[in-house]
């Protein structure tokens, strides 16, 4: 679908109208405050609900001071474009005392999401790309992450492609070399790869146990280690001020369960992991934050051995799963926050989910 063009306005204070579909101009009367309209759909400050040429802006309640969006340098982005994996230069915005212009949150930085071939990663990485973000999509799956990376350019966002097996350290640590050696920085990490085994500790094989903990421990420590060093770095020399570690824990992470021992310990201990390095790094602008998802629509029960899966299968079947693009709204809420504000955990569960 070609995507249509944006234009950037500045109003009068409490002024709202539409344009065309992908136009969007608005005014709430606060400095600072941002709306956009990302293709169909987007979101705006203030509580604004809107239909606007073929869009529906959802509240966020965000009220901040975008003067500090980040640019890309120049020349990476004219050669992200000769490359084909950047379709629009970044926007030049100015905010006016009581006066807007539109600009994405998260222009001029580079995000690395970990399992992004499908489900939670995949429409992470699709909001950072429609917040602004330059998006490194890291996983093994190849194909999957060439056709998002397809679809986040033909939405008008910055992607490539990282194949890598985050298990083995070698290939985490050249997977973030290789996203800031195309991208040019790293401001954003993700760590959203994971594996669920269940069944009693008796009966489990140790084979679903090492899975695991090499998927949803070694590997997250094995990026997060690799990308601390730059993260630290962005956060001193970006605009925002600011650097994100967010990593994807699970409700598991809070509640043990029979036949979740191990999977519990590795989600546990993502959640101890994720708040001692948040006190070891806030002080330095990085802020590390965990979200907790319940049951969502993914692939992760697709791992599960047949007549366990069929077991929690039945246990869900009579709620309304969360779908990944709830837990992305959650990623992307904690990520373009202002500097002074640091979300260190949200819990989303089914509506309906009791544990």
């Not at 600072?32 to 959802?58: C, E, M, V």
């Not at 340098?73 to 807007?100: C, F, M, N, Y």
């Not at 269940?198 to 146990?209: E, F, M, Q, R």
Request: hydrophobic letters at 40%; charged letters at 25%; proline letters at 3%.
């Amino acid at each position: 679908m070609p995507i249509a063009r944006r234009r950037t306005d500045v109003l009068p204070a409490g002024s709202v109208r539409a344009g065309k579909r992908g136009e969007m101009i608005t005014e709430q009367g606060f400095a600072g405050t941002t709306a956009h309209n990302s293709g169909g759909g987007g979101t705006a400050s203030a509580g604004l609900r809107i239909r606007l040429g073929g869009g529906l802006l959802h509240r966020h309640g965000d009220v901040t001071d975008r003067r500090h969006c980040g640019r890309a340098p120049q020349d990476t982005v004219r050669s992200l474009t000769a490359q084909g994996v950047a379709t629009r230069p970044p926007r030049t915005s100015t905010t006016h005392e009581g006066k807007i212009t539109m600009t994405m949150r998260l222009e001029g930085t580079v995000a690395l999401v970990t399992g992004a071939s499908s489900g939670i990663g995949a429409a992470t990485a699709r909001s950072l790309a429609a917040e602004g973000a330059a998006v490194a999509l890291l996983a093994r799956r190849r194909d999957r992450l060439e056709e998002l990376a397809g679809a986040i350019r033909a939405d008008g966002g910055t992607a490539i492609v990282v194949d890598a097996d985050i298990t083995d350290r070698q290939q985490a640590e050249e997977a973030v070399e290789r996203a800031v050696s195309e991208l040019g920085r790293l401001d954003t990490v993700v760590n959203n790869a994971g594996l669920m085994h269940i069944g009693p500790v008796v009966d489990a094989l140790s084979v679903d146990w090492d899975q695991m903990l090499q998927i949803n421990v070694q590997g997250l420590l094995y990026v997060t280690r690799a990308a601390l060093p730059l993260l630290l770095r962005a956060a001193h020399d970006s605009p925002r001020g600011v650097a994100d570690v967010v990593n994807i824990s699970s409700t598991a992470g809070r509640v043990a369960r029979p036949g979740t021992a191990v999977y519990n310990l590795t989600k546990f201990g993502v959640n101890g992991f994720t708040e001692a390095l948040r006190q070891e790094v806030m002080q330095k602008r990085v802020r590390v934050s965990v979200v907790e998802p319940g049951t969502v629509d993914t692939e992760l029960s697709s791992h599960i051995r047949d007549g366990l899966r069929q077991a929690v299968e039945a246990q869900v079947k009579d709620l309304e799963l969360l779908r990944p693009e709830d837990i992305a709204d959650a990623v992307s809420y904690i990520v373009t926050r202002d500097r002074r504000v640091a979300v260190n955990e949200i819990l989303v569960r089914a509506a309906e989910q009791t544990w």
